[in-house]
């Protein structure tokens, strides 16, 4: 019988300015990918360019990791805390939640954590909620999304119920 590994999500590491074509590769090799990209204004278009500049996500068995090494334009995996960076279903899905519902996403590191601050593998929780900006964190990639938000958007939360629309 055969013994069937759980897929996971992976950052992979690119040569600079190489996500799409990686990306463009992997559809070609059926890698299931995710290559978030944000759109900026221009003087004359809209244009796309990459959230996390150098990475593209991949959802495979760890036994398929040679299918990626192998790809043309990819550097590596991507480590954090000397681990490969495997990257939550949830983590993922706020991310493209992200880009969808807000039109200014950016990244932001945080610093690394000493020894005796542990990383929480929850990751998504809000971080700061000020102003106009809403900070979630990716604790798997060590960084946080930050979004601009109007006023509108943003709810207050009472217990475990959310008033006047979505929250996190």
Sequence with gaps: MFNVQPLAWYAVYTRAKCEKK???????????????????????RIVEAPLFPSYVFVRIPESRSWVVRETDNVVNFV??????????DHEIALIRHFLRD????????????????RVHASGGKIIQLSGDHVKVELNSLGCMLVAKVSSREISAITGSKAVNGPHY
């Design 79 to 88: 480590h954090w805390l000397e681990q490969p960076a495997i990257i939550p």
């Design 22 to 44: 990686v990306a463009d590769l992997f559809t070609r090799k059926k890698v299931e990918h995710y290559y978030p990209v944000k759109h900026l204004v221009g003087a004359r």
């Design 102 to 117: 807000y039109e200014d996403v950016s990244v932001e590191r945080f610093p690394i954590p000493t020894d005796r601050e």
